[in-house]
């Protein structure tokens, strides 16, 4: 059979139609349910949760460590800069492993470990060969229950977190996140997400000791482990190996933040800036409320995803913005809605005011039919793709145990996703994204925008 020639070739376009007009797009298939992995669930007598999840594919094994690192503690004002250097040096040395014995002993097995924090927990995200498993479990825990803190590496952490902090204190985003934790959350912890580098420089290896000792504990904690692994084995080998990891109390939960209610917005100012920020937030619902389906739906048909509304709005109609975004930021009781974009100067009222009039567009005129089916394969999709992976996976797990959701969940979302119908968008559309539910921050110029966005009103000027 001969290829067609250039005259003979059809176009996307040709093909696209028929004599009677485009041509009818096939119906999508119903979602499949998503099969049960071999996994398993339990608790260890020290308190540690362990999820242990079979992924065969690559010879491979993901770690996710959650340990909540809140609590009484949390409250003073110098925890976040103990917590951000304790992070940087967990892995700087041990009773029985210097820095470079780590490295190496995890090299052995193709693996590497990291940790951070945030007000909510202490975690690390690792991974290894399958084969290397007891190897990657051994480091853990040795790190976990013989970190040493040497003096010389506290002092390089410290000044190296100290750079960062002043570099990323001057990021306008940064800023603007600043801004609106103290207007949602007053002095909550939740709102100490960067320490002040005056108490990063303050902060000594007996403060780093203490709170190891108080915080680092394994009751309340969570352990995922996804990838080529035989799960019983896996839970057994990590109770053999964290066995001394059993320091008394529990780990700091978050304590329950304020309710968010609806305000006027806060002008921050920003002298000289060319860019504003615009942030504005309201009281959500968390994944286990019957109306979180069609919430998260609704979410995506106005600001979740590049084809929603505001996208569409603010950088495809009007040019104010490259992104604009809402999002559903959870915590440990709840969540929050978040919808975000920077502009320049020039535009900031228009751009709040366009942003205010999707929010109130959105809950009067609510999602089409199209609109809903859209943003519904994309969430179903998106879930299949966070999952496809064995890292994706663990980290996936990880998030949702530290809001106590078992593995079941995510498999279960999509046939919750498919069984959203349109009232119910409608419904969670004009409960949750109503402008009124809103408040938030505007970090600009005051100088060159606190006229106009006087003139929108419901926002404090300086």
Same mark, same amino acid.
């Given at each position: 059979?001969?290829?067609?020639?250039?005259?003979e070739?059809?176009?996307?376009a040709e093909?696209?139609?028929?004599p009677?007009?485009?041509?009818?797009?096939?119906?999508?298939?119903?979602?499949?349910r998503?099969?049960?992995?071999e996994?398993?669930d339990t608790?260890?007598?020290?308190?540690?949760r362990?999820?242990?999840?079979r992924? *065969?594919g690559?010879?491979?094994v993901e770690?996710?460590?959650?340990?909540p690192?809140s609590g009484?503690?949390?409250?003073r004002?110098?925890?976040a800069?103990?917590?951000?250097?304790?992070?940087?040096?967990l892995?700087?040395?041990?009773?029985?492993r210097?820095?470079i014995?780590?490295?190496d002993?995890?090299?052995?097995?193709g693996?590497?470990?990291?940790?951070s924090?945030d007000?909510?927990r202490l975690?690390?995200a690792?991974?290894?060969?399958?084969?290397?498993?007891p190897?990657?479990?051994?480091v853990?825990?040795?790190v976990?229950?013989?970190?040493?803190y040497?003096?010389?590496?506290?002092?390089?952490?410290?000044?190296?977190?100290?750079?960062?902090?002043?570099?990323?204190?001057?990021q306008?985003?940064?800023?603007?996140r600043r801004?609106l934790?103290?207007?949602?959350?007053g002095?909550h912890?939740?709102?100490r997400?960067m320490?002040?580098v005056?108490?990063v420089a303050?902060?000594?290896?007996?403060d780093?000791t203490?709170?190891?000792?108080?915080?680092?504990? *394994?009751?309340?904690s969570?352990?995922?482990l996804?990838?080529?692994l035989?799960?019983?084995?896996?839970a057994a080998a990590?109770?053999?190996?964290?066995?001394?990891w059993?320091a008394?109390?529990d780990?700091?939960?978050?304590?329950?933040?304020?309710?968010?209610?609806?305000?006027?917005?806060?002008?921050?100012d920003? *002298?000289?800036?060319?860019?504003s920020?615009l942030?504005l937030s309201?009281?959500a619902v968390?994944r286990?409320d019957?109306?979180y389906?069609?919430?998260?739906?609704?979410?995506l048909?106005?600001?979740g995803y590049f084809?929603?509304?505001?996208v569409?709005?603010?950088?495809e109609d009007k040019?104010?913005?490259?992104?604009?975004s809402s999002?559903?930021e959870?915590? *440990?009781?709840?969540?929050?809605?978040l919808?975000e974009?920077?502009?320049?100067?020039?535009?900031?009222?228009?751009?709040?005011?366009?942003?205010?009039y999707?929010?109130?567009?959105?809950?009067v005129?609510p999602?089409t039919?199209?609109e809903l089916e859209?943003?519904?394969?994309?969430?179903?999709?998106?879930l299949?793709?966070s999952?496809?992976?064995?890292?994706?996976l663990a980290?996936?797990?990880a998030?949702?145990?530290g809001?106590?959701?078992?593995p079941g969940w995510?498999?279960?979302h999509?046939q919750?996703?498919?069984?959203?119908?349109l009232?119910?968008v409608?419904?969670?559309?004009?409960e949750?994204?109503?402008?009124?539910?809103f408040?938030?921050?505007?970090v600009?110029?005051?100088?060159?925008?606190?006229e106009?966005?006087?003139?929108l009103?419901g926002?404090?000027t300086p």
């Amino acid at each position: 059979m001969t290829a067609p020639t250039a005259a003979e070739r059809r176009s996307a376009a040709e093909i696209g139609r028929t004599p009677a007009g485009p041509r009818e797009l096939p119906p999508l298939r119903p979602q499949p349910r998503v099969p049960a992995p071999e996994e398993v669930d339990t608790v260890l007598t020290t308190g540690l949760r362990v999820i242990a999840v079979r992924r *065969p594919g690559v010879p491979m094994v993901e770690l996710r460590l959650r340990i909540p690192f809140s609590g009484e503690d949390a409250q003073r004002p110098t925890h976040a800069a103990v917590a951000e250097v304790l992070a940087s040096t967990l892995l700087s040395g041990t009773g029985r492993r210097s820095r470079i014995s780590l490295d190496d002993d995890l090299a052995g097995v193709g693996g590497e470990i990291g940790f951070s924090v945030d007000p909510e927990r202490l975690a690390a995200a690792g991974h290894a060969l399958a084969e290397g498993l007891p190897t990657l479990l051994d480091v853990v825990a040795d790190v976990l229950t013989g970190a040493s803190y040497p003096d010389d590496e506290v002092a390089r952490e410290r000044e190296r977190l100290a750079e960062r902090i002043q570099v990323a204190s001057a990021q306008p985003s940064v800023i603007a996140r600043r801004a609106l934790q103290r207007h949602r959350y007053g002095d909550h912890p939740v709102t100490r997400e960067m320490p002040d580098v005056a108490d990063v420089a303050a902060v000594t290896t007996e403060d780093l000791t203490t709170m190891h000792r108080r915080q680092v504990v *394994p009751r309340g904690s969570v352990l995922v482990l996804v990838g080529d692994l035989d799960p019983a084995a896996a839970a057994a080998a990590t109770e053999a190996a964290l066995a001394a990891w059993d320091a008394p109390g529990d780990a700091g939960l978050l304590p329950p933040l304020p309710e968010l209610h609806g305000s006027d917005l806060l002008l921050v100012d920003r *002298p000289g800036a060319v860019q504003s920020q615009l942030r504005l937030s309201a009281a959500a619902v968390p994944r286990t409320d019957p109306r979180y389906p069609a919430l998260q739906l609704a979410n995506l048909a106005f600001g979740g995803y590049f084809s929603s509304r505001l996208v569409e709005n603010l950088r495809e109609d009007k040019g104010y913005t490259y992104h604009a975004s809402s999002s559903l930021e959870f915590d *440990p009781y709840g969540a929050a809605l978040l919808v975000e974009t920077d502009c320049a100067s020039e535009v900031t009222a228009p751009a709040l005011l366009e942003m205010r009039y999707e929010l109130g567009r959105v809950a009067v005129v609510p999602p089409t039919a199209a609109e809903l089916e859209s943003a519904r394969r994309y969430a179903v999709g998106s879930l299949l793709i966070s999952m496809n992976t064995q890292a994706g996976l663990a980290s996936t797990l990880a998030g949702l145990a530290g809001v106590g959701l078992d593995p079941g969940w995510v498999r279960e979302h999509p046939q919750r996703l498919e069984a959203v119908t349109l009232e119910q968008v409608h419904a969670a559309a004009a409960e949750f994204l109503a402008p009124a539910r809103f408040t938030g921050v505007v970090v600009a110029d005051a100088a060159t925008s606190a006229e106009s966005l006087r003139a929108l009103g419901g926002i404090r000027t300086p």
